[in-house]
């Protein structure tokens, strides 16, 4: 997993990739909660690979859509996460998709207030898998989870920390000891409210 990546990116959510009609008119309406797996036949490469629609809109008030500033303006920002793409990785089994959870570190509990995540269910689905290459996938468009602070204390420091679930990335691995989780320092200034 990589740190978390600011909305305002003109290379993410703003380029077209990302456009709802785009991904209508390029990638596939896959059936979600299974994997995407197309086989090559023999000698017979099966290039290029389709790919399944990520929509903006998925991201809710973190689309940008709405509001093109993404929850800043308003003392309630929106931080995307993703995972590294990695060819041929299957990150979860049994159905289960990966998801995002975040939190404050012990020290900063009281400082985070709600979250809320999009999609909903902050999940990275298992349709969006495996990765085959950008030669061979040339139209896959990354599957965020976005997150939104609700009422998180201004003007001080909060120690948060992002982690992603899964029944295939090992949390703690001696090889890795980041792996599948980013650690960041949120904070954000302004006026309390009087």
């Known amino acids: ?13 703003t380029c077209p990739a990302y456009n ?18 197309q086989e090559d036949s023999g000698e017979v490469r099966n290039n290029p690979k389709r790919s399944c629609q990520f929509n903006r809109t998925m991201l809710g008030d973190c689309s940008g ?10 003392a309630q920002p929106c931080i995307l996460i993703k995972l590294n793409r990695v060819i041929g990785m299957l990150p979860g089994k049994d159905g289960q998709s990966p998801y995002v959870t975040c939190g404050a570190k012990k020290e900063d509990r009281e400082k985070t207030g709600p979250l809320a995540y999009f999609p909903v269910n902050a999940t990275f689905n298992l349709m969006y898998y495996p990765y085959y290459g950008k030669k061979a996938q040339v139209n896959y468009t990354q599957p965020l ?6 009422n ?42 009087q």
């Open 20 to 37: 709802d009609s785009h991904q209508v008119q390029l990638n596939d309406d896959c059936p979600p909660d299974q994997y995407f797996i």
């Open 152 to 193: 998180a204390s201004l003007n001080t420091d909060i120690n948060m920390e992002c982690k992603v679930t899964s029944n295939t990335l090992l949390a703690g691995s001696e090889r890795d000891k980041f792996a599948g989780r980013v650690s960041f320092k949120l904070r954000i200034d302004g006026q309390e409210a």
């Open 145 to 150: 989870v976005a997150v939104k602070f609700l």
């Open 65 to 74: 859509l709405e509001d093109r500033f993404y929850g800043y303006s308003k």
């Open 1 to 13: 997993m990589s740190l978390p990546v600011l909305p305002t990116c003109p290379t993410r959510l």
